[in-house]
């Protein structure tokens, strides 16, 4: 399952992030790396950003951003 297939307030493990180098280092600097657990706090409007948490850190990515991420509940 992907990050971006997630509702709002569920959470979920990293299990695999398939993204270019300069994305993936970008994740791991916000704490999203394998095993993370991230729960998803809000859909921006259309649903083009979401916000979550990773540990105790909030983030804001992009929908397409999300898609690389796959979890697992």
């Not at 270019?20 to 394998?34: C, E, H, T």
Request: positive net charge; aromatic residues 4%; without cysteine.
């Amino acid at each position: 399952m992907k990050l971006n297939e997630l509702k709002k307030g569920e959470t979920a493990r990293v299990v695999r992030i398939d993204a270019p180098a300069d994305l993936k280092n970008r994740l791991m600097s916000f704490g999203v790396i394998r095993g993370a657990q991230i729960t998803i706090s809000e859909y921006a409007p259309a649903k083009k950003t979401l916000k979550l948490a990773v540990n105790a850190t909030m983030i804001a990515l992009r929908f397409e951003e999300a898609d690389h991420i796959e979890v697992a509940q």
